[in-house]
């Protein structure tokens, strides 16, 4: 009989990857590719649950005290605690393989998406053509802060593509979630738009919308089960990047959701709706992501575009606070230095009230709260059902919005 010391008793990893959420797009997958990314996902979970305690006890227990011995004064801030942990093996170690699992899950997904790239073009072509909820501008730029980067070591970032109809980098973005996330966010990547529908029907019972967008929304992860929980309503995803969109519709069609559209546009001029277009306006994981110029240009988008009534609500990882321990930011703040995400670190220092009040919001308007990811029970059907923090299982996130 199994003891708790077996393996079998003690695994803690990520579900299977035979387990992700497929539909009409979705890359196919030979064995080999699966268990690449098996590898990545059990990698990643192992760096999260077992190395990460390592690298906080090597901080606090010699990084911290021998900066102070040296200096004679205690770390002040996230910058002196980084640059002080930059030294120890455990954090370079830890850096170090977490990279290497970025890269590997890119070119994993990348090798799989390439070699069907002609096939999942046309199968996206086949439920997209002719369908005009897909509006797509090839003369739209991409702003330097978008072209200029691979975001988190994805080549290519959101936006480029090889050929005419491409989906390669929707696909690549889609098939590698459950790698990065070991299948936190649930088998169809979800989890953080099931959070968001929990919170707004908690919160706001009374709330009924009929227009949405959701801006910087990519191939509709946290998009879907929105537009899912309200079937009468409107959804509009804006994106910049065509692969994203085109991918997007076709697998959202595919899984049966049909009241979204998917526009590419820059959420930074939205002009092409007129003032008070929609009742919600939605972001997820995306304000990090953004300059620090246009974000405040499309927080000022979404107020001219909210209806009397309506609300705005972004959901982000936490901002760094006097509260949060420095170890804490130090690892939080790895994204900005090592996995392609510039504005990382400039974002989450930002008084986001402040900026909200600089787009023309009131101060009394805005909301603040926070949700934890919902789980996936088809992967994790021990996890608690109910709100209760399950620590490991869930991703934490900050709710910033307004309701006008
Ligand atoms: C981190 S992803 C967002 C993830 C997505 N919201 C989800 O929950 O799955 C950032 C997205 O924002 C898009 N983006 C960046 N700047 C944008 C802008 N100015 N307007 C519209 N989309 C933008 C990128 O193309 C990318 O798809």
Redesign the pocket.
């Known amino acids: 009989m199994a003891s708790s010391n077996t393996p079998s008793a003690s695994y803690e990893g990520p579900p299977d990857y035979r387990v992700i959420g497929r539909h009409g797009v979705f890359p196919t997958m030979g064995h080999d590719e699966i268990e690449r990314v098996n590898f990545l996902a059990q990698m990643n979970r192992h760096l999260s649950t077992r190395i990460v305690p390592g690298v906080k006890d090597a901080f606090d227990r010699e990084v911290a005290p021998a900066f102070e011995k040296k200096t004679g004064a205690a770390l002040a801030d996230r910058h002196e605690a980084r640059k002080a942990m930059l030294g120890h093996p455990a954090f370079r170690f830890w850096s170090a393989i977490r990279r290497m699992t970025m890269e590997q899950r890119q070119q994993a997904g990348r090798w799989t998406t390439i070699r069907q790239r002609e096939e999942l073009a046309e199968r996206a072509a086949a439920l997209t053509e002719g369908d005009d909820r897909l509006e797509l501008d090839p003369t739209l730029a991409m702003?330097r802060?978008?072209s200029a980067v691979d975001?988190h070591c994805m080549p290519g970032?959101?936006?480029q593509e090889a050929f005419v109809g491409d989906v390669t980098n929707g696909a690549n973005y889609d098939h590698g979630n459950f790698v990065t996330t070991a299948g936190l966010l649930g088998k169809y990547?979800d989890g953080?738009?099931h959070a968001v529908v929990k919170w707004v029907k908690r919160n706001l019972p009374d709330f009924t919308p009929h227009k949405i967008l959701?801006?910087?929304?990519?191939?509709?992860?946290?998009?879907l089960p929105i537009a899912q929980a309200w079937p009468d309503a409107e959804m509009t995803i804006?994106?910049?990047?065509a692969p994203?969109l085109r991918y997007g519709l076709a697998r959202a069609k595919s899984l049966g959701v049909d009241n979204v559209r998917f526009v590419q546009?820059?959420?930074?001029d939205l002009s092409r709706f007129p003032d008070q277009s929609f009742d919600w306006i939605q972001?997820?994981?995306?304000l990090h992501?953004?300059s620090t110029t246009?974000l405040a240009n499309?927080l000022r988008e979404t107020r001219r575009l909210l209806k009397p009534g309506g609300i705005v609500l972004h959901v982000e990882q936490p901002q760094y606070a006097p509260t949060m321990p420095l170890f804490e930011q130090v690892m939080r703040d790895w994204d900005a230095f090592y996995n392609n995400e510039p504005f990382w670190s400039r974002m989450h220092e930002l008084d986001l009230d402040g900026a909200m009040v600089e787009a023309g919001f009131t101060r009394e308007q805005l909301i603040h709260g926070g949700v934890t990811a919902v789980v996936d029970k088809d992967l994790f059907p021990d996890a608690a059902d109910d709100d209760t923090e399950d620590y490991g299982r869930k991703a934490a996130w900050h709710v910033i919005g307004a309701r006008v």
């Open positions: 702003p802060y978008v975001h970032s959101y936006h990547a953080g738009g959701e801006i910087g929304g990519t191939v509709g992860h946290s998009s804006v994106d910049l990047g994203m546009a820059s959420g930074e972001t997820t994981m995306f992501e953004l246009s499309i």
